[in-house]
């Protein structure tokens, strides 16, 4: 199955991962390599994930305060939201097709 982001999710992903590569060390690509393998995951296993809301789905990853928000479309999974898990809850509702 193919996937794709929200144009709001990629930014948000892209913001954060220049936010961990700021911090130093190896800490942006760690944050990278946690997304990328996430997104993985979903995309071999799309229903793993239990339903947060009507159709959207969340990833949570282990090192990183971070969920990954998604649903199943008919050719592919839209990756709505990269959000931090201690900030503005709910804000990637208006992404939803």
């Given at each position: 199955m193919r996937w794709k982001f929200h144009p709001d999710?990629?930014?948000e992903y892209l913001a954060?991962?220049?936010?961990?590569?700021d911090?130093?060390?190896?800490l942006g690509e760690a944050f990278?390599?946690?997304?990328?393998?996430a997104i993985a995951q979903i995309v071999?296993?799309?229903?793993?994930?239990?339903e947060i809301e009507e159709d959207v789905r969340r990833h949570?990853?282990?090192r990183f305060p971070f969920g990954i928000?998604?649903?199943?479309e008919t050719d592919y999974?839209?990756?709505v939201a990269v959000m931090h898990m201690n900030r503005r809850p709910g804000y990637w509702r208006g992404r939803l097709p």
């Open positions: 999710a990629s930014e954060s991962c220049r936010y961990y590569a911090i130093g060390g190896k990278t390599h946690s997304v990328e393998a071999a296993q799309p229903t793993a994930w239990r949570l990853l282990t928000y998604y649903t199943i999974v839209l990756i």
